[in-house]
């Protein structure tokens, strides 16, 4: 890593500093916790902004710091490693230096990750997901996860961030484990107890726009941003300007950290659209085509993006069905969709799914992205989205809830609080047999109430600029347009906020409702892994079909990997449906019907509230079920639709 302290066979450290503003760098070197026996060296000015030292005056275990002087400083300043492997005093303080050898990574066979069809995914807050709300506390549940059926653990970011709460955005020091929740050595445990049973591991990285407190950086390395580029966050991160290629590679070498020196199996990048580079390749082709030539021929390693804009394009499969650069997207569109099926929601971005949320869920099904290229109401019209017809189910996450979703709300509520419990189960049922990977947020397993708020813990001179934005961000909405009713919202910077937020896993596992939940969870995420991940290698993409045959009702066909056609049949509506005809043909066998007593009423043409019917179909039984040549159609099927029902 051509950044930051890096420990040498010797026994001397190096240490690099990219610092183009600077006219001097001094290294600090700090004998005790306490900041008592400093050592002040200087270091060599080299080329291109760069200064750097190798001294056998270092140690790991030592803390330093940078103290800068230029034109930019006054006076001098002095800051953490932008690059620190450790922040034990907080992103104010100064970094350590950590030998990455000291972690000893269990003998044997290396792991060697699981494919991404086998992916489905849980979601979590390191500081809320468990009671110490450390990397040690995760360890300790990761069992139940994997007995839940979970394959694949995703952290919410995990960078040094200012002071003892925050979400994770807001991080400042990209390489550093928050030591709020311990230290690297510890993660690194985590990362091994997940191999151990099976489970794949992800982090959530920010390469968008660095946190508001804490964030160095314009005092010796303007040059990181690039004020042509305006974002929600200010000047954007420099990607594309001039002396870029040190900021590409600060962040690129930031991804191959994560994935060597910690073995996670994979990052999400979170909100790429709010990224800007008009290079060619862009930052984010050429981050991903690095950790393919870097990993991809050791180990199965999987990169997710969030992007509102539905660029397919960065989903690109090669010719033999492995991902180009991403191996799949966040589907922002499914989970508003269902949203506003569940909950009638038509507030803000919830409007561009009104109309018809249930032809759109069914899209996002059967093609992946609902917006594609489609005008989007909420955002005047503009275009939204590109084709993504032509990507495996594979390609698009889905959800009913996540951190986003569920904290951007006021009160911070869960689904659980919005919608009865029958839309909920039928919602669950459709995303957890569905090809694409689903995810669950952290608790949604045993549907807890608890809520998920928006908690921070900046300085008092951020903090209440921070806790009036939160409260001006809902003034347009109805119910808070009264100052004194968005008074009531959570103030972020108060430690009982956070606290709130905090899973109670005693209640969780005494409380017989959320037991039921845990059940019906664990049942169909068994059912997913014994019948339908076994089929979804190979699947060619342009093969399902979807059709909306009565409000809110809808049907789905996917033809798998070994030629099995798998159909969904849903009533995601309050009301009783009835038909005719079903567009697509049926199996004679179901996979799973919600609620029980199903196969009565379809066979009666009608399906009751809430519905949802799966069937799978192997490749015999369907060449079986094909009538002879003549023969009048199977009754509730329409003719006219048989090409599709036949795939």
Known sequence: MPFGAECQTDGSVRFRLWAPAADQVVLRLFDGNDGDGEQDIGMNSTSDGWFELTTANARPGMRYAFRIAGERVDGQQTVPDPASRFQPADVHGPSEIIDPNDFLWPDGEPWRGRP???????????????????????????????????????????????????????????????????????????????????????????????????????????????????????????????????????????????????RFDGLRLDAVHAIADDSEPDILTELAETVQDQLGHRRLVHLVLENDGNESRYLTRRPN??????????????????????????????ADYTEEPARLLARCLAEGFAYQGDPSPFRDGARRGESSTGFPPSAFINLLQNHDQIGNRAFGERIASLAFPEAVRALSALMLLAPSPPLLFMGQETMTETPFLFFCDFGDDLADSVTEGRRREFQRFERFADPQARETIPDPNDPDTFERCRLDWEALETDSRHREWWHFHQELLRLRQREIVPRLAGMDPGQSRFEAFATNAIQVQWRLGDGAALTLTANLSDAERRWDALPLRLASEALYLEPAGLGDAIADRYLPPWAVAWHLASTQQRQESQPPPGHPQQAGVDSQHQEEAEL
């Not at 069905?321 to 569940?342: C, I, K, P, S, T």
Request: charged letters at 20%; hydrophobic letters at 40%.
């Open 116 to 262: 991404w069809e086998e992916a489905a995914c849980y979601e979590l807050h390191l500081g809320t997901f468990s009671p110490e709300g450390t990397f040690a506390g995760a360890a300790k549940r990761l069992d139940q996860l994997a007995d839940l059926g979970i394959t694949a653990v995703e952290l919410m970011p995990v960078a040094a961030f200012p002071g003892q709460r925050n979400w994770g955005y807001d991080g400042v020091l990209p390489f550093a484990p928050d030591a709020s929740y311990g230290r690297p050595e510890d993660l690194k445990a985590l990362v091994q107890t997940a191999h151990d049973r099976g489970l794949m591991i992800l982090l959530d990285v920010v390469y968008n726009h660095f946190g508001p407190e804490g964030n160095y950086l314009h005092f010796y390395a303007p040059q990181f941003f690039n004020e042509r580029h305006q974002t929600p966050w200010g000047a954007a991160i420099n990607f594309d300007g001039p002396d870029s290629r040190a900021v590409r590679d600060f962040f690129i070498h930031n991804a191959l950290y994560w994935l060597e020196e910690y």
């Open 321 to 350: 069905g492995m991902a180009q650069w991403y191996q799949a997207q966040w589907n922002d569109d499914f989970h508003h969709a269902a949203h506003v099926l569940m909950t009638g929601e038509q507030d803000g971005y919830y």
